[in-house]
């Protein structure tokens, strides 16, 4: 738009020199013209040829920093939905997750979170009747899904959720795809609210409390699942009978098991509960170095402790190493 009025202004000057000057004199007035992509238009005007550029030259640079600001926004987004598509596909690829756990309805777009199953969208309705201490429903479509809820449902899936819940039936029919919502109704009560259908204890003589703790030990879900499933809070709550006092949730954030950690949390485990030297499981979660534990603990209710009383018991242990690594998984210090 600039060249094309100055040479407009040029075509304009005559040779005599009245109009000459005059013509000079315009031809000193550099314009420059913004137009927006809506149209609109912004007539701005310099007194010399090397203001008018740069001016221009600022305005273009700004242009092109927006642009590059929301082209890197869109790759950004664009990244991110990929990422999320993965991960979706990634759950649905989990055993058994191409039916319904409770209908065998074909690709199922539900998740039970604590259940670490998918159910259809008929299922997901009753499901979400029970209660959250039962079923936590979420949409593998309209959700987001951060990374310890896409660890918990790949984990699990239908194949072994069905293992626990649905272990024997007493000779009663499963609900089919074309079930009435009365039939998905009942079974599902009964599976879930009555637990009719769930897998006994491996080890019936053995405290609930030992055995759940032993389970996290051993890193063993399918077991953790199952003793969850007969647990109560109360039982889900109680130390391990160690000299430190630990719960469940201690050793799963000590570990550090993200998934068994959520699971916890999930079936009522109390964040708060302190070992015999006051600390949460937060204090074994930043220890383990394990951001998605201290992330379900503090998004919980845990107090977020200062990481100042981490580093006491640490230094008073190794004062003359600047720099101490350990191999285990309990300890990792730098």
């Keep these: 738009m600039t060249e094309k009025k100055k040479n407009k202004k040029k075509k304009n000057i005559t040779p005599s020199k009245t109009e000459g000057s005059a013509g000079q004199a315009d031809e000193e007035n550099f314009e420059f013209i913004i137009v927006s992509i809506t149209g609109q238009t912004w007539h701005f005007e310099t007194s010399s040829f090397e203001e008018r550029d740069s001016w221009v030259q600022a305005i273009e640079s700004q242009i092109l920093a927006s642009l590059q600001c929301c082209e890197s926004s869109k790759n950004k987004a664009r ?8 991960a979706i596909q990634a759950i649905r690829n989990a055993k058994g997750n ?3 756990v409770d209908c065998n309805s074909p690709n199922p777009t539900w998740a039970s979170l604590n259940l670490g199953a998918l159910i259809c969208i008929e299922c997901s309705g009753i499901h979400r009747n029970l209660g959250t201490h039962l079923s936590r429903v979420r949409s593998l479509d309209l959700d987001d899904w951060p990374l310890e809820l896409t660890l918990v449902l790949t984990s699990i899936g239908n194949e072994m959720a069905n293992s626990i819940w649905e272990m024997t039936t007493h000779g009663r029919t499963k609900p089919n795809p074309d079930s009435s919502r009365e039939e998905r109704e009942s079974w599902i009560r009964a599976k879930y609210e009555q637990r009719l259908f769930l897998a006994p204890l491996k080890s019936p003589g053995i405290s609930l409390v030992k055995q759940l703790y032993k389970a996290v ?3 063993n879900l399918s077991s953790v699942l199952l003793l969850l499933a007969h647990s109560n809070k109360e039982q889900i709550n109680s130390a391990t009978g160690d000299r430190e006092r630990r719960t ?8 550090p098991h993200v998934v068994i950690t959520q699971l916890l949390v999930w079936y009522g485990v109390d964040v708060k509960a302190k070992d015999i030297n006051g600390h949460t499981a937060l204090f074994n979660a930043r220890r383990a170095g394990s951001q998605e534990c201290v992330d379900i603990l503090l998004q919980h209710g845990c107090p977020n402790e200062p990481t100042s009383s981490m580093s006491t018991p640490i230094l008073r242990r190794k004062s003359s190493c600047s720099s101490i690594i350990r191999t285990d998984s309990r300890t990792a210090l730098v």
């Design 248 to 255: 469940a949730l201690h050793l799963a954030c000590e570990l």
């Design 79 to 86: 990244m991110d939905s990929q990422s999320e598509a993965v």
């Design 217 to 219: 030990q051993d890193k």
């Design 98 to 100: 191409n039916f319904c």
